[in-house]
């Protein structure tokens, strides 16, 4: 099958997204599939875009269209990618949208609908209830006017979990939802990077634990409810240690106000964005994963570190109750409280944090790999 998969921005800088792209698309070359990708792209995100598409398994299988942004028309109207639309979709026998508002995929659907081309959706959490109320307002009159006619339109739309599929619901009237997680790609981790690699390279940490964040800067991602619950750790395990490592995403100097208010603050360290072995390295090295969202579709963050056998805390807003069935680690509520006794309850003992690893390791080589993942989304298509 002839597939092209549209994204607004491939930046990896973006979050997890474009990194679900490319996996994915890659996946359903090694399937059999012809897959072309296009987004948009500013100049300054070229080199980390490369970087994540080289290191893809089977580099080269799969092709990517990169647009130019333009000013503030083009940000609004796509006539750019309207006018590679226009020209290309009728090559393609699928279009695979991923998102809900941006103007690229509206005229994506719309040339896919005067070609005849079945069109799918992946909303990526964006229509999960927290996100709706972020501008709730905007967001409904963005529905009635554009989104709508996208979503029912479609072959189906893909949730990432139950809770998705669950949330979205009251927005995409009879349009058909088929669930069907993310991955990551085994040859991407292993082997890992060896014990020590990372504390190597960051000296500051001395041989001390520490509890690892890592992913966007952004307010969803709940640093204020970190920050406050290793506060709470730190009071119990001093020599514990707590590494922010993520791109800004418009909170950085916020999470700077709260981190220089804390009486944990000589313990916090803001290392900036990690890809590739470096974050491996660090997902290694860490004692915990911690990431407190206030939401999360599927997160390639949480993915990653179970696959690196590292113990997980996470809050219920994550939507991945199957780390706690699996034993991986710890689902809390979405309070500091509740996340700060988890953290210690991981930290404070090895043989858990080694069952813990050991499980999650187990759990994402059975159910969350992308040749298994590409495989579920042609059967939800009808071609198994």
Not at 43 to 49: D, K, P, Q
Not at 325 to 344: I, K
Not at 345 to 364: F, H, Q
């Amino acid at each position: 099958m002839h597939i092209l998969h549209v994204i607004s921005s491939l930046d990896p800088a973006e979050g997890g997204p474009p990194v679900v792209v490319t996996r994915l698309g890659a996946a359903q070359e090694m399937r059999g599939h012809d897959v072309d990708v296009l987004a948009h792209a500013e100049t300054s995100a070229r080199e980390r875009i490369d970087s994540m598409i080289t290191s893809l398994p089977g580099n080269g299988l799969l092709n990517v269209h990169l647009l130019e942004p333009g000013g503030p028309i083009e940000r609004v109207r796509a006539r750019q990618a309207r006018t590679w639309l226009r020209e290309h979709v009728e090559a393609y026998e699928l279009v695979h949208l991923h998102g809900v508002w941006d103007p690229i995929l509206h005229n994506a659907a719309r040339e896919a609908r005067r070609t005849g081309t079945d069109w799918i959706i992946t909303p990526h959490g964006m229509l999960d209830p927290w996100c709706m109320d972020q501008g709730r307002l905007r967001k409904r009159l963005a529905l009635a006017f554009r989104g709508q006619n996208m979503l029912e339109g479609s072959r189906f739309i893909h949730a990432l979990n139950r809770d998705e599929e669950a949330g979205m619901k009251p927005h995409v009237g009879a349009a058909t939802i088929e669930v069907i997680p993310n991955g990551i790609f085994l040859e991407e981790i292993e082997p890992l990077p060896e014990r020590g690699t990372f504390r190597e390279s960051r000296r500051e940490l001395d041989d001390e634990p520490f509890v690892l964040f890592l992913s966007r800067l952004h307010y969803k991602k709940g640093l204020d409810i970190l920050v406050s619950a290793f506060e709470q750790v730190h009071a119990r395990v001093p020599e514990l240690r707590l590494v922010i490592a993520g791109p800004d995403d418009g909170y950085e100097s916020t999470l700077h106000t709260i981190i220089e208010a804390s009486s944990a603050r000589s313990n916090i360290h803001c290392i900036g964005p990690v890809y590739g072995t470096d974050k491996l390295a660090a997902l290694v090295d860490c004692d915990c994963f911690c990431l407190p969202s206030r939401q999360e579709g599927f997160s390639m963050a949480i993915t990653e570190a179970l696959g690196c056998g590292t113990p997980v805390v996470i809050t219920e807003a994550c939507h991945f109750p199957e780390v706690a069935e699996a034993g991986a680690g710890l689902v809390t509520p979405l309070d500091p409280e509740a996340v700060g006794q988890a953290m210690h309850e991981v930290v404070s003992s090895t043989d858990a944090r080694s069952r813990m690893g050991s499980a999650g390791a187990a759990l994402v080589r059975e159910h969350y790999t992308w040749p298994a993942i590409a495989a579920r989304l042609d059967t939800a298509l009808g071609l198994e």
